[in-house]
Nanobody
Framework: QLQLVESGGGLVQPGGSLRLSCTAS????????IAWFRQAPGKEPEGVSC????????NYARFVKGRFTISRDNAKNTVFLQANSLEAEDTAVYSC?????????????????WGKGTLVTVSS
């Protein structure tokens, strides 16, 4: 069964960068759209970015647009989230999720598989 594991979180100063990875095992990500979500303490989860199975389509939440970049390497079974110009408000647990789809699109609903998340803390 497909499993997702996030990595790359940690403590970073405001203005710094991190690259988060979402790596799959037990199967291939080729037919899955992937989305990143985050949940800050005391807040509801929110969609951050998503990418289609082929990587040709992507979407960004307005609060990360221009700062975060999503990409994928299907040969490595991995999706990346490059997070630049990090702000204190970006502090959260970041999780990736996969939706099995035959269409070249991505979204934040109907996710089939979730990872456990990686903590990002932005603080001086």
């Amino acid at each position: 069964q497909l499993q997702l594991v996030e990595s790359g979180g940690g403590l970073v100063q405001p203005g710094g960068s991190l690259r988060l990875s979402c790596t799959a095992s037990g199967g291939t990500l080729d037919d899955y759209a992937i989305a990143w979500f985050r949940q800050a303490p005391g807040k509801e989860p929110e969609g951050v970015s998503c990418i289609s199975s082929t990587g040709t389509r992507s979407n960004y939440a307005r609060f990360v647009k221009g700062r975060f970049t999503i990409s994928r390497d299907n040969a490595k079974n991995t999706v990346f989230l490059q997070a630049n110009s990090l702000e204190a408000e970006d502090t959260a647990v970041y999780s990736c999720a996969a939706e099995h789809t035959g269409d070249d699109y991505c979204g934040y609903g109907g996710m089939d598989i979730w990872g456990k998340g990686t903590l990002v803390t932005v603080s001086s």
